[in-house]
């Protein structure tokens, strides 16, 4: 197991931001600096490698801050202005100070969103028309009609989105970026999967758990023409950047290997074709929390089955959510790894606790010591899922 490292680091609440067709443009950034650690050395932790924007590229970072005030010109040298947008809150910015600093970043040539409201009698300058607006609690209430964000000052940013149909509403107020759980809540009378269909995953993913035959995965796939469409579309994108093109599954099998083929198998039951022609929004949730559990496990000193199960685990715990039915029925149909099935159905075990704070996104360090991750290990652990998520959406 890795050492555990004291040094202060700060953790960081990472999420995606998506357009209307549910595809990430933007990666949110917050920071929570905790003792012994002031938000300019977070920042300064955070920002003073290229891992982050490496990692996110070719995303954007949306880093939102209470003040501008900690921006020093040492900061901002590692913000690239092509690559890092500020949400300021609009509340620090009735100081005519702050309101200053703000424009000035503009003219550096930053993107800036103004995050809420403006306090009463406090108006802001043309250059800052771009918003960004907590909707968790709806949008606000305005005379003469809906609220409409103005295009020709975004993109947008509409954050707390936690419902298909906050979803809706936002995009029909004109935000382009969009963050929240909505994912995990589609509309009541959205079914993924009819029956057979249903059967028929469950039985790929039943072959995928007890490591079957490639023999058997390709009579089933053949069963399937939407999964063959995008497992040989797959092999055939730039990721695998081959000379031949792939026209069998038993060419795509043998060019992926026993290991890989699982593990794209198991993302691509959710890249199947959306009713509405859109990408799910499921497809790299599941990527990003199936990297970080392989990612946890590699780094705490965990063999290569135990990281398979800890990708499977990630993979598999939004299967309820695409299926449309419990997570008690897909692990009864599965015969799953015992620390899986226990981590899925109870979050209990180190691999339950595990996938706990990776749904949490901003775990407690006490979350953390109990388990012995360091916030430099969630960090890197972070930094690798969301790069792979972010590859794993570009490829499928």
């Known amino acids: 197991m890795a050492a555990f490292d004291t040094t202060p680091f700060p953790l960081v609440e990472m999420q995606a931001a998506a357009n209307a067709q549910n595809e990430w443009l933007a990666l949110s950034v917050r920071l929570s600096c905790g003792p ?5 050395a977070a920042l300064h932790a955070v920002f003073g490698a290229p891992d982050l924007l490496t990692a996110i590229a070719p995303l954007d970072c949306i880093l939102h801050l209470a003040s501008p005030a900690v921006l020093t010109p040492a900061l901002l040298a590692l913000m690239p202005p092509h690559r890092v947008i500020f949400a300021i809150d609009a509340g620090a910015l009735g100081a005519e ?3 200053k600093q703000v424009l000035a970043l503009h003219d550096q040539g930053y993107r800036v969103l103004v995050d809420g409201q403006p306090a009463d009698g406090v108006k802001l300058p043309p250059a800052l028309r771009a918003v960004a607006l907590d909707c968790s ?10 609220y409409q964000v103005l295009a020709l000052f975004g993109p947008h940013l509409a954050h707390g989105v936690h419902s298909a149909a906050r979803f809706t509403d936002c995009v029909e107020a004109g935000f382009e970026w969009l963050s929240g759980e909505w994912p995990l809540h589609p509309a009541p009378n959205v079914k993924p999967h009819d029956g057979t269909s249903r059967k028929r995953l469950l039985a790929l993913l039943g072959l995928l758990a007890r490591d079957a035959e490639s023999r ?3 009579q089933l796939l053949k069963q399937d023409p939407a999964l063959s469409y995008h497992l040989l579309k797959l092999v055939n994108s730039a990721a695998f950047a081959l000379s031949t093109q792939i026209t069998s599954f038993g060419q795509a099998i043998n060019l992926l290997g026993r290991r890989q083929l699982q593990r794209w198998l198991q993302l691509l039951l959710y890249a199947r074709q959306q009713p509405d022609g859109m990408a799910n929004p499921l497809l790299p949730l599941a990527a990003l929390r199936a990297a ?24 598999f715990s939004l299967l309820d959510v695409l299926f449309g039915m419990s997570m008690e029925d897909i692990v009864g149909a599965l015969g799953l790894a015992p620390a899986a099935a226990e981590a899925l159905l109870l979050r209990e075990g180190r691999l339950g606790e595990q996938l706990s704070m990776v749904e949490q996104r901003l775990p407690a360090p006490a979350q953390l010591a109990a388990l012995s991750i ?6 890197q652990s972070q930094l690798h899922a969301f790069h792979w998520a972010i ?5 499928l």
């Open 36 to 40: 012994g650690l002031d938000q300019a």
């Open 97 to 99: 100070a702050a309101l």
């Open 137 to 146: 609690a709806g949008l606000p209430v305005v005379r003469g009609g809906k």
């Open 216 to 218: 058997e995965l390709e």
């Open 292 to 315: 970080q559990l392989e990612c946890l496990c590699k780094l705490q000193g965990g063999a290569r089955d135990e990281q398979d199960i800890a990708f499977m685990t990630g993979v």
């Open 374 to 379: 360091s916030k430099q290990q969630w960090w």
């Open 391 to 395: 590859q794993v959406g570009r490829n």
